[in-house]
T-cell receptor
């Protein structure tokens, strides 16, 4: 199983809503990532979890709140987003050691209205 | 810091044409190199990888060789199909430097029948 599963696939939310994005992998990877991607641009790193601990926060606004409840799950909690936060949100995972590849989910297409 | 430079697109080809997308990198140490592909409306998929100098990655008719002397990892395919239309990203991962994937800007490929 080399799959990273993200839910939901699409999400429309108002600027006052609270929602969560979910990501799951069963490959035993201990590094998990959240990225934001605009159309035809490379992904922008948001957060990295290493062994369930937040190791990198790329100065992301506090309206995005990550959570890693266990080694298979990664959540991104959203609150009071702005229209410019509309994007594709990608989750990825990889083995912690070495220079191995990252596996990406299909993403959540988020629209903030 | 580490960086990836990728030829700009968009690239438009006719079916069965030869494809080359240039990618060069700057990195300390011994990074791994990757090509990821993103089909319209989807997440990122690993297309191929190379983990050390002179390695050749190949998949679905695509090839790329890790050339340390020219710091390059050019993507090639001998005969493209309409189904190859996508955005292609060159990336490197260097465990010795921030443990982040470093991305090229992406090259959009359109293949016409």
């Amino acid at each position: 199983d080399t799959e990273v599963t993200q839910t939901p696939k699409h999400l429309v939310m108002g600027m006052t809503n609270k929602k969560s994005l979910k990501c799951e992998q069963h490959m035993g990877h201990r590094a998990m990532y959240w990225y934001k991607q605009k159309a035809k641009k490379p992904p922008e790193l948001m957060f990295v979890y290493s062994y369930e601990k937040l190791s990198i926060n790329e100065s992301v606004p506090s309206r995005f709140s990550p959570e890693c409840p266990n080694s298979s799950l990664l959540n991104l909690h959203l609150h009071a987003l702005q229209p410019e936060d509309s994007a594709l949100y990608l989750c990825a995972s990889r083995h912690f050691g070495g220079n191995t590849e990252a596996f990406f989910g299909q993403g959540t297409r988020l629209t903030v209205v | 810091g580490d960086s990836v430079t990728q030829m700009e697109g968009p690239v438009t080809l006719s079916e069965e044409a030869f494809l080359t997308i240039n990618c060069t990198y700057t990195a300390t140490g011994y990074p791994s190199l990757f090509w990821y592909v993103q089909y319209p409306g989807e997440g990122l998929q690993l297309l191929l990888k190379a983990t050390k100098a002179d390695d050749k990655g190949s998949n679905k008719g695509f090839e790329a060789t890790y050339r340390k002397e020219t710091t390059s990892f050019h993507l090639e395919k001998g005969s493209v199909q309409v189904s190859d239309s996508a955005v292609y990203f060159c990336a490197l991962f260097n465990a010795g430097n921030n443990r982040k994937l470093i991305w090229g800007l992406g090259t959009s490929l359109a293949v016409n029948p």
